[in-house]
């Protein structure tokens, strides 16, 4: 199961940015769906997750400016930032659970994508 990111760069602190993510294909059927993110010298954080019910789940320090959505027809996830901060500054990974007829459930990483917060 490959999974393809997209939406990073770099913003000044109180804008916004998209990131997407994508599992290409229609073998895999995909469960829980999320993001992580890691900055550098850090490891690796939760920020949200979404259930394919659309029960979504936020890191304290997201709450109220990053919002985790899904299309579970075309097998996106995406999730909004708002009023970003320098310390939203890493590289943010997106996460799937998926099981195909071959595997089973499984957890994929995208490649991650770099979301600079900088004034």
């Known amino acids: 199961v490959k999974l393809v990111e997209s939406g990073g760069g770099l913003v000044q602190p109180g804008e916004s940015l998209r990131l997407s993510c994508a599992v290409p294909?229609?073998?895999?059927?995909?469960?829980?769906m999320g993001w992580y993110r890691q900055a550098k010298g850090k490891q690796r954080e939760f920020i949200a997750t979404?259930?394919?019910?659309?029960?979504?789940n936020y890191a304290d320090h997201v709450k109220g400016r990053f919002t985790i959505t899904r299309d579970n027809a075309k097998n996106t996830v995406s999730l909004q930032m708002t009023n970003l901060r320098h310390e939203d500054t890493a590289v943010y990974y997106c996460?799937?659970?998926?099981?195909?007829?071959?595997?089973?459930?499984?957890?994929?990483w995208g490649q991650g994508t770099q979301v600079t917060v900088s004034s």
């Open positions: 294909g229609s073998e895999a059927k995909v469960s829980d």
């Open positions: 996460h799937v659970r998926a099981k195909t007829w071959m595997t089973p459930e499984l957890d994929y």
């Open positions: 979404i259930t394919a019910e659309g029960i979504a």
